[in-house]
């Protein structure tokens, strides 16, 4: 099993920046990636940056240039730096772990709420 637990939402203005963090715990030996989704009301959840144990990310279109995504080398955290923040980054954010063994092939956090006002 492994356990996510975010941190770092809050309400920003416009052109502000926040900074997720996501914690990992129990067998994080076998997370192969991490990633941020995002989802806002009546939308979706979305891919919003993830990142691979060799270092690859990539990016929702949406946020590119002004999200970054990072990760601890033991794999216990994941991070994203998100900065000139526009109202349409409001959305409730949610940590992902993929997962080479276990119950489940991935593993999602409870979420951490990020309101950016105009």
């Known amino acids: 099993q492994v356990q996510l637990v975010e941190s770092g939402g809050g309400l920003v203005q416009a052109g502000g920046s926040l900074r997720l963090s996501c914690a990992a715990s129990?067998?994080?030996?076998?997370?192969?990636?991490m990633g941020w989704y995002r989802q806002a009301p009546g939308k979706q959840r979305e891919l919003v940056a993830g990142?691979?144990?060799?270092?690859?990310?990539k990016y929702a279109d949406s946020v590119k240039g002004r999200f970054t995504i990072s990760r601890a080398s033991a794999k216990n955290a994941v991070y994203l730096q998100m900065n000139s923040l526009k109202p349409e980054d409001t959305a409730v954010y949610y940590c992902n772990a993929a997962v080479s063994y276990g119950l489940r092939s991935e593993y999602w956090g409870e979420g951490t709420l990020v309101t950016v006002s105009s």
């Open positions: 990142i691979t144990d060799g270092g690859s990310t």
């Open positions: 129990g067998m994080i030996f076998s997370i192969n990636a």
